[in-house]
């Protein structure tokens, strides 16, 4: 079944590169995603001559904007519910679902040294403004309140809060110095396995709800052959490479994802 699956999909990509072929599939990607999605689509058109249209933001607005009629063909949610309800409303391909990536949580100040490596900057409150990305649109921004309920300093902070539509505003709140530090995802500022400025704390993942970044067909795409092309693309290694080099934990594979 492995070479099988393997055979397919060397096959599609194959018959793909010839240039009457090549197409374009419009993704949907939360905002934490964008940066290895970028760097995903250039060896995906490499390999299959399609391109991507890539359109980044909060998973809960993405959601409403394919609910209202958008062209997306593909989501990459920042969670597993948001797709599996895209399903429910008719608006996604059934048994198309899949984890592509386990985000991660970091508490991160672009200044060298200001995070230690216990968060123990937050209960000090020795700082003016925390961001935090909309946690009723976006994952990250609820996985960040979680933090800091289970904490105890949700009112102490709450009055410092300065929320992001989506987890690239958070970051470039706290990238440009609006906001000291801020609760944004780890392949934000780590690449590669080493921290790209700044100073930061990896929140231990039992504190909050697991990240499990799910993929799914939309209805718009199901008979774009590029778009199906697109998320097997995401199950094999080249993709999977990427991924784990952004700081993502990666699902366990399968005989048919290998």
Known sequence: MKLFKQTLLAAAIAFSTAGAWADEVQVAVASNFTKPL??????????????????????????????????????????????????????????????????????????????DANGEVLSK???KHLAIANPKTAPYGAAGMAVMEKLGLTAAITPKLVTGENITQTF??????????????LSQVQQDGKLKSGSAWVVPAEMYQPLAQDAVLLTKGKDNAAAQTLLDYLQGAEARAIISSYGYDLPETTPETQ
């Open 172 to 185: 470039d709140f706290v990238s440009t110095g609006n906001a000291e530090l801020g609760f944004v995802a």
């Open 125 to 127: 409150g020795d700082f």
């Open 38 to 115: 970028e760097a995903i689509a250039e060896k995906f058109k490499a390999a299959s001559g399609h391109e991507l249209k890539i359109s980044a933001g909060a998973t809960g607005k993405l959601y409403a904007q394919i609910a209202n009629g958008a062209p997306f063909e593909v989501f990459l949610s920042a969670d597993s519910k948001t797709p599996t309800k895209l399903i429910e409303d008719k608006l996604a391909t059934a048994d198309s679902q899949f984890t592509y990536a386990f985000g991660k949580l970091v508490l991160w100040s672009s200044t060298d040294g200001y995070v």
